[in-house]
Antibody, heavy 120, light 110 residues
Framework: EVQLVQSGAEVKKPGESLRISCKGSGYTFTNYWIGWVRQMPGKGLEWMGIIYPGDSDSRYNPSFQGRVTISADKSISTAYLQWGSLKASDTAIYYC?????????????WGQGTLVTASS | QSALTQPRSVSGSPGQSVTISCTGTSSDVGNYNFVSWYQQHPGKAPKLIIYDVNKWPSGVPDRFSGSKSGTTASLTISGLQAEDEADYYCCSYAGTFTYVFGSGTKVTVL
């Protein structure tokens, strides 16, 4: 079974750094792009960026470029989303999702989500 | 990247059909046949229900159907059921492995 399992909820103070993870299993991790999606409280989905674990090629939504870094460690089938300095406005649920294969475009399955709370 | 435009809410009675629109631009919806739709129940992760405009993933009932005309894609739910009450999001490919989601639509089953 293809699965993405994300790290647990985090509570941090503004200005702190943070890295959350997304571990893939049940498939060849290096062959599929992994995307990250933000959902702020009571709001919709926002596409943040995507990475190809095979060679770490990554793309970002301009709205998130420079604010977050997407990376991957193919040796442990894990993708990461990290912040150098959190803001209160980063409080949200963050989902990872596997991109479809070949010439199709879709995201699935999705991880269970990681709640990040940045509050003083 | 501006979010694709969806109606904030739609509603229907059990057994009826509802259609959700998703309007983009010539840079995303209008330029690619790569629109996907996701269903999200409260407190749950999104779930893929349509991809490449009108294709079904395994296990998704054919009560859900997708279409596209120009810069607007649509999701139709036929034979509305209570469990279809959820938020629905469209997503379009926008070139060079970038994507944009819709603003989301809440479907209420009356």
């Amino acid at each position: 079974e293809v699965q993405l399992v994300q790290s647990g909820a985090e509570v941090k103070k503004p200005g702190e750094s943070l890295r959350i993870s997304c571990k893939g299993s049940g498939y060849t991790f290096t062959n599929y792009w992994i995307g990250w999606v933000r959902q702020m409280p009571g709001k919709g989905l926002e596409w943040m960026g995507i990475i190809y674990p095979g060679d770490s090629d990554s793309r970002y939504n301009p709205s998130f470029q420079g604010r977050v870094t997407i990376s991957a460690d193919k040796s442990i089938s894990t993708a990461y989303l990290q912040w150098g300095s959190l803001k209160a406005s980063d409080t949200a649920i963050y989902y990872c999702a596997r991109r479809g294969y070949g010439s199709s475009e879709w995201f699935g399955p999705w991880g269970q989500g990681t709640l990040v709370t940045a509050s003083s | 990247q501006s979010a694709l435009t969806q109606p904030r809410s739609v509603s229907g009675s059990p057994g009826q059909s509802v259609t959700i629109s998703c309007t983009g631009t010539s840079s995303d919806v209008g330029n690619y046949n790569f629109v996907s739709w996701y269903q999200q129940h409260p407190g749950k992760a999104p779930k893929l229900i349509i991809y490449d405009v009108n294709k079904w993933p395994s296990g998704v009932p054919d009560r859900f159907s997708g279409s596209k005309s120009g810069t607007t894609a649509s999701l139709t739910i036929s034979g509305l059921q209570a469990e279809d009450e959820a938020d629905y999001y469209c997503c379009s490919y926008a070139g060079t492995f970038t994507y944009v989601f819709g603003s989301g639509t809440k479907v209420t089953v009356l």
